[in-house]
């Protein structure tokens, strides 16, 4: 039977730009994919993706489902189940923001989905625990034996000025990941959070344009099963070889 489709957005570290993604994600596919229904699940605490799309979505669509570290279950629960229903429809689109910090539990959700995006910054701060991340769920991965969910890393917060990323890419050399088109450092994104009306507000920006074209690789990439195909096709080589 196909599935549905769905998306997770962590990192341990905070403050990376998950639930900044998260929204603007929403409101990529929604106009990409007009036709399909299209949820946002917050498991964060704070509750910011949430917050955000609250403005704009239709309230069915977007559902505060809080996790925390500590014993949860019920919440785990929940949001297994809702997550379970959304993909019994092979026409969803799920999108699942996540709070900082180790996900526990909610690693089991993770791998779900079929890719996990991993913003961060290229700083050091950021990218030593997005590198302890990605080792974690690679590992995890690794075990459950399958291609999905693709680890997807988003640079965020680049000095607009900057345009070689090739630091980024020797530090993240012999690791599981997928490099996406990167997001700029703009002092609009942060006003756009301070009420948020979607991606259609910055058209004509820098930041749409950027934004369009890491919409775009999800959708060419990740949810057209592209990726899987190349991943599965390089498995079956080194198989045989
Ligand atoms: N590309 C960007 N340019 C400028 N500011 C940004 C960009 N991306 C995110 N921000 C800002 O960075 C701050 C943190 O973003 P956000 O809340 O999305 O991070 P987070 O990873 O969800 O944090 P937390 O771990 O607390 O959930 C916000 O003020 C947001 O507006
Ligand atoms: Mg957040």
Redesign the pocket.
């Known amino acids: 039977m196909e599935q549905g489709q769905s998306i997770f957005v962590g990192n341990i570290k905070g403050g990376v730009g998950?639930?900044t993604i998260t929204a603007f994600l929403y409101d990529y596919f929604r106009t990409c994919f007009p036709k399909r229904p299209i949820q946002m699940l917050d498991t964060?605490r704070?509750g910011?993706?949430f917050e955000l799309l609250g403005s704009v979505a239709d309230e069915r669509d977007i559902r505060h489902v809080p996790v925390s570290d500590r014993f949860d279950g019920l919440s785990l629960v929940t949001l297994d189940s809702i997550m379970r229903r959304m993909r019994s429809n092979a026409e969803s689109l799920t999108i699942v923001?996540t709070?900082a910090g180790w996900p526990g539990n909610v690693w089991q959700i993770a791998m779900m989905c079929e890719c996990i995006i991993i913003p961060t910054s290229l700083s050091w701060a950021d990218l030593r625990p997005t590198v302890e991340f990605v080792r974690e769920m690679d590992e995890r991965k690794e075990s459950s034996g399958s291609v999905t969910p693709h680890l997807i890393i988003v640079p965020n917060r680049i000095p607009p000025a900057q345009r070689d990323l090739s630091a980024i890419s020797k530090i993240l050399e012999g690791l599981n990941v997928v490099l996406a088109p990167p997001l700029s450092d703009l002092s609009l994104v942060r006003q756009m959070s301070g009420e948020f009306r979607g991606l259609g507000e910055a058209r004509g920006t820098r930041f749409y344009s950027e934004f369009e074209r890491l919409g775009d690789f999800i959708r060419d990439y990740v949810l057209s099963g592209k990726l899987s195909q190349m991943f599965e096709a390089e498995l079956q080589n080194s198989g045989s070889s």
């Open positions: 998950k639930s964060d704070q910011t993706c923001d709070g």
